[in-house]
């Protein structure tokens, strides 16, 4: 980790392409910063994302960092194209370890969840009783049961909300 960010350092120092790379940097950070300064408000309870937030291959971490990640990586890309040979060497052998990686966990996605069965049962439930229903990305949508009308207007109130298990 230290080898890859002390690389990124020394590569803003040099070649035809640093302007780039010093642009994608910065931009990678401001979006995981981002993404710090968002669940920074969130209880101490609900913190799982922090430690997937540094280990990105894990399911959550992943979402989270996956344009700090790609920014890193266009970074060692453009490596490949400089003139001294150190910069080239390293954009290319690290160029090659994440082609190689991509190439070995494969581009496929997995298949979505079919919610289909469960909310062709449940629709005609909803307003009657209170529902519960999933959606993606593992969602519940949460719909309560029609209240009677509130005494001073005439229309009933409705209220909805999602959870994220």
Not at 23 to 49: N, P, R
Not at 56 to 76: E, H, N, Q
Request: aromatic share 12%; with cysteine.
């Amino acid at each position: 980790m230290f080898l890859i960010a002390g690389t990124l350092i020394a590569s803003t120092l040099f070649g035809r392409h640093r302007r780039l790379r010093i642009a994608s940097i910065i931009f990678g950070f401001i979006v995981a910063a981002s993404v710090a300064w968002k669940f920074a408000v969130i209880e101490v309870a609900d913190l799982h994302w922090l430690a997937d937030f540094a280990v990105p291959w894990s399911p959550y971490g992943a979402r989270y960092l996956y344009v700090p990640i790609v920014m890193v990586a266009f970074c060692f890309i453009t490596m490949i194209f400089e003139k001294p040979l150190p910069l080239r060497s390293v954009g290319v052998v690290v160029s090659g370890l994440v082609l190689f990686t991509s190439i070995q966990h494969g581009f496929a996605r997995s298949p979505w969840a079919d919610f289909s069965k469960e909310w062709k049962e449940k629709a005609p439930l909803i307003g009657k009783v209170p529902v519960v229903v999933q959606v993606r990305p593992g969602w519940e949508l949460q719909i309560p049961a029609h209240q009677t009308p509130a005494a001073d207007s005439g229309e009933p109130q409705h209220s909805a909300s999602l959870d994220n298990r």
